[in-house]
T-cell receptor, first 115, second 113 residues
């Protein structure tokens, strides 16, 4: 069964450094998402992306964040200057167009630790 | 208006018992209500979902009950098993693709054998 994959599984960085989290969505999906989950808390929506444009974004997704589909398979989340409070698990998700479009399939996550 | 409130925060159930988790939403524009199951170190996985045109949906041991007028929905796990021990999140969104899933805070379920 196709699944969303994410790399790396863990990333440790220093405060102020840039990080790029990578995702490979399910191949026939066209909507892509990033969510984050601070340890022990709920999953929070960051951004959705379709046709090389942001569809929707939350208040959390400020100018420090950006998303990109650099090629036909990868979807990335960049955090320009990381802060301590960016430490969280970041999940990528994808969904199809048409029937079942509301169902989002999540990857295993990247655990980001900012020191 | 975007919140989804979930209770209880944690739940301990004996093997074979019924686990019940409740959620309430505020935004009447929501028309898709999924439940996700998450094991430690893994991403959320869709368990079962319902739309407001039906009051109940059953898949195996898992049932969603939906009360549109009260803006509440619940997950029932029948014959709970130790393998069901996980964190369960309710969520809500619009059916439209690309829209945010708004998650509840999660319920940690422990099924004791």
């Amino acid at each position: 069964e196709p699944e969303v994959t994410q790399t790396p599984s863990h990333q440790v960085t220093q405060m102020g450094q840039e990080v790029i989290l990578r995702c490979v969505p399910i191949s026939n999906h066209l909507y892509f998402y990033w969510y984050r989950q601070i340890l022990g808390q709920k999953v929070e929506f960051l951004v959705s992306f379709y046709n090389n444009e942001i569809s929707e974004k939350s208040e959390i997704f400020d100018d420090q964040f950006s998303v990109e589909r650099p090629d036909g398979s990868n979807f990335t989340l960049k955090i320009r200057s990381t802060k301590l409070e960016d430490s969280a698990m970041y999940f990528c998700a994808s969904s199809r167009i048409g029937q079942g479009q509301e169902t989002q399939y999540f990857g295993p996550g990247t655990r980001l630790l900012v020191l | 208006q975007q919140q989804v409130k979930q209770s209880p925060q944690s739940l301990i159930v004996q093997k074979g018992g019924i686990s019940i988790i409740n959620c309430a939403y505020e935004n009447t524009a929501f028309d898709y209500f999924p439940w996700y199951q998450q094991f430690p170190g893994k991403g959320p996985a869709l368990l079962i979902a319902i739309r407001p045109d039906v009051s109940e949906k059953k898949e195996g041991r898992f049932t969603i009950s939906f009360n549109k007028s009260a803006k509440q929905f619940s997950l029932h796990i029948m014959d709970s098993q130790p393998g069901d021990s996980a964190t369960y999140f309710c969520a809500a969104s619009k059916t439209q693709a690309g829209t945010a899933l708004i998650f509840g805070k999660g319920t940690t379920l422990s099924v004791s054998s």
